[in-house]
């Protein structure tokens, strides 16, 4: 059947030497892999450019329920960004969420909700002039609720130790290893109620980015214990450095 979605880009993997596998998060069915024959011969009508991380995507394709792979008709912008694509910062940073996603959200059904998040958040991101260097931040802490593992946001002057492990403020510092300090808990506290309209007033110097950064990774990394290595991050690093 040919059935018609709008679609979030994760990622692509070259399958033979004219043709992809493309991983994208779709408003109708879910995460879905597509195979796209011929995209990289030269006489390809359609262009391998427009599978780039985070693009927003009108498909058409033949589904099938239960197929791993489904058959790619045509595909078209669904909306053109005008920064993302041109900035070193957004472009990179559009990578690693892209990475981050393929690798937790694996739910094949559709998920409203979780696809306007995704969709709404990236128009956002693009038109964002000020604040860039904080977004994955935001959207990592609000993805944490579509994966249904969002941190309970109990932080208060008696709660102020932030729990990695168990995904809430404790009166005392938690036994992990790895647990954020009071000045790190209390950022934590502030980035998990931040609206998506005031991330360019989170003030924080690079350090401390890097510091949230870390812990939120390792949030993601006990709770999904496949998520494995993230390859992007390096990259990442090196553009906020």
């Known amino acids: 059947m040919i059935t018609q979605s709008k679609a979030v880009v994760l990622h692509q993997l070259k399958y033979s030497e004219t043709s992809v596998i493309a991983t994208l998060y779709t408003e109708a069915f879910g995460r879905q892999s597509y195979i796209i024959n011929g995209i990289r011969s030269p006489k390809s009508k359609q262009k391998s450019g427009l599978l780039q991380p985070l693009f927003l995507l009108e498909i058409e394709a033949y589904h099938k329920p239960g197929r791993e792979v489904q058959r790619m008709k045509e595909f078209k912008l669904d909306q053109?960004?005008?920064?993302?694509?041109?900035?070193?910062?957004?472009?990179?940073i559009a990578i690693f969420l892209s990475e981050i996603m393929?690798?937790?959200i694996r739910n094949e059904e559709t998920d409203p909700e979780l696809f306007h998040f995704m969709y709404d958040s990236f128009l956002h991101f693009d038109s964002m002039k000020e604040g860039n260097s904080n977004f994955h931040l935001w959207f990592l802490a609000n993805l944490l609720k579509f994966l249904g593992v969002q941190p309970q946001n109990n932080y208060s002057p008696i709660y102020q130790w932030f729990d990695l492990k168990n995904g809430k403020f404790l009166i005392s510092r938690p036994i992990h290893p790895t647990s954020p300090g009071l000045e790190d808990s209390k950022l934590l506290a502030e980035l998990f109620s931040l609206r998506h309209d005031a991330?360019?007033?989170?003030?924080?110097?690079?350090?401390q980015r890097s510091q949230l950064l870390e812990y939120l990774l390792e949030y993601y990394s006990i709770h999904f214990e496949k998520i494995g290595k993230i390859n992007s991050l390096k990259v990442l690093a090196e553009i906020f450095h």
Do not use: E
């Open 102 to 104: 393929y690798k937790t």
């Open 80 to 92: 053109v960004y005008q920064t993302i694509p041109f900035d070193v910062v957004k472009s990179t």
């Open 199 to 207: 991330i360019h007033l989170f003030a924080l110097n690079g350090a």
